[in-house]
């Protein structure tokens, strides 16, 4: 057997990582640029996280350069196949003790929209972006996530195809709605067999009656949001909607709370804040029915639109002696807020992946090249909790201080002539020596991850910078810009 060509190493905690990856590509030139992207995904930039931004080079002209080229072949000719590294990271997050799912977690499923320009990107029209809240020309994908009060990771990420790509539109057989893909992530998550106490999701998927009775096919319990004025059929002079119920539950004060029930919710960060919730008793709802409807609030005399959610679960109540052996564990009051609460991780998890990983700044158009950029920036975040679960075997002393002024000079390198050293520098080592910072951030409210890249992050690459970048690179580092995952309450 041929032995596999060495490639260049990355910092020391990214190399470890990376190297769970490795027999998953078949060529070095693969494993290399495997390496490169997540380096460039991790690294603190001022630029977008295109394709010419990740290899760093003029975002027109040095698109045509070799060492862009090569990660636009790694994305959209070369063959790996995207759902075993899927595999690979997932399974990197259930070994580790700190990431491991468990039954107290949820399974969120949520849906973001990108802009993009043009029409010859694959499944781009205008369509609703939420994330814009408007109609717009773009790209919108269905999303899983793991989520409890410790941590929180994407499993699944799959873009939605409008109708105008079907020759018979939504009457096509292959067309799927953004609530069928919502309940094929579910699906798919149970026969993979991922812990999950409930799905959450807000009401866009709360109001559909389809998605739930899938769900409840599947077996599975849920906790979603519905909207204030969620109605059924009722008298004319009778309360019918949730918000109008919940304002006659006999809200006085605190001290006379009327049906309200005080419960306290307890924060990532150890805060707590004190709740009011109520159970409806209405219409289709109620402890004794197939689904439960629930408002929980802040302020039960106003309801304050940020802070009231109205719920809908299949969870059934705890009774000292139920009829018959429920299907599911009994959720109290505060377990159903509990569990919706997990929900907001999703929206945490969206600033990171987008406004620091580079999410929807991937500059190919066909499918298979969009999915491979989604699953490096999945690799990406969740090597941020892998660093923090292996930071004591990381450790590592602290290189020395870098200075500008003891660089080697570069000569000025016409753009026709870079091409020419990119064969010889791809062999030589990013520096070894060069690591990531080895403990999680100090900051305050961090989940711990990634402190700072180190001053001298990658020789290897620097090489290849005129000096007013190189220096500029170098600034950023030494400012210690951290690529940290923060927790919110």
């Known amino acids: 057997m041929t032995k596999r060509r060495a490639v260049p190493i990355a910092p020391k905690p990214l190399e470890e990582y990376a ?9 070095s030139t693969q494993r290399d640029e495997f390496r490169h992207y997540l380096e460039g995904l991790l690294l603190p930039a001022e630029r977008h996280k ?22 636009q072949w790694f994305l959209s000719e070369s063959n ?9 990271r997932l399974s990197l997050l259930c070994e580790a003790p700190s990431t491991a799912p468990t039954r107290q977690g949820v399974l969120v499923i949520d849906e973001t929209g990108e802009r993009k320009d043009g ?5 781009v029209s205008r369509q609703y972006l939420a994330n814009l809240g408007k109609i717009d020309n773009g790209v919108v994908s269905v999303t899983s996530l793991w989520a409890d009060e410790r941590v929180y990771y994407p499993l699944e990420v799959e873009p939605y195809t409008p109708e105008s790509y079907f020759a018979q539109g939504k009457n096509d057989p292959t067309f799927r709605t953004k609530l069928k893909i919502a309940l094929q992530l579910v699906q798919q998550a149970v026969e993979q067999e991922w812990p999950f106490r409930a799905v959450v999701a807000d009401n866009f998927y709360g109001e559909d009656r389809g998605l739930k009775r899938g769900l409840r096919e599947l077996n599975v319990p849920y906790v979603m949001a519905l909207k204030p004025s969620h109605a059924w059929y009722h008298p004319e002079d009778v309360a019918g909607t949730l918000q109008d119920v919940a304002h006659e539950a006999g809200w006085v004060s605190a001290e006379q709370p009327g049906q309200w029930r005080r419960i306290r919710r307890t924060f990532h960060d150890g805060s707590t804040q004190d709740w009011w919730a109520v159970e409806i008793v209405a219409g289709p709802y109620g402890p004794d029915k197939k689904e439960r409807a629930i408002v929980a609030s802040t302020d039960p005399k106003t309801l304050p639109d940020l802070s009231t959610w109205y719920l809908v679960t299949n969870l059934p109540p705890p009774m000292e002696h139920p009829e018959r052996e429920p299907l599911f564990s009994p959720a109290s009051l505060e377990e159903v807020v509990r569990l919706y609460g997990l929900r907001m991780w999703v929206e945490q998890s969206y600033k990171q992946v987008k406004h620091a990983l580079g999410w929807s700044q991937y500059q190919v158009r066909s499918d298979k090249a969009i999915r491979r950029h989604w699953q490096l920036v999945c690799c990406a975040f969740s090597f941020c909790w892998y660093h923090a679960s292996h930071s004591s075997d990381n450790t590592t ?3 020395m201080e870098p200075s500008v002024s003891h660089l080697p000079s570069q000569p000025d390198v016409p753009v ?17 020596t060069s690591v990531l ?40 580092l030494e400012r210690g810009q951290p690529l940290a995952l923060y927790s919110s309450a």
Do not use: I
């Open 80 to 88: 790996w196949d995207e759902r075993k590294v899927q595999a690979q």
């Open 19 to 27: 190297r769970h990856f490795d027999a998953l590509f078949g060529k």
């Open 397 to 399: 002393p602290a290189p």
């Open 437 to 476: 910072a080895s403990s999680p951030a100090s900051g305050a409210r961090m989940v711990g991850a990634l402190d700072h890249a180190a001053s001298r992050y990658w020789h290897g690459w620097s090489q290849q910078l005129p000096p007013p970048e190189l220096q500029l690179l170098l600034q950023q």
């Open 119 to 123: 029409h010859k990107t694959a499944h």
């Open 416 to 432: 026709q002539e870079t091409g020419t050293r990119e064969k010889n520098q791809q062999e030589q080592s990013r520096a070894a």
């Open 50 to 71: 295109t394709l010419t931004g990740l290899a760093n080079t003029e975002p027109l002209v040095g698109a045509q350069l070799p060492r862009a080229q090569k990660l």
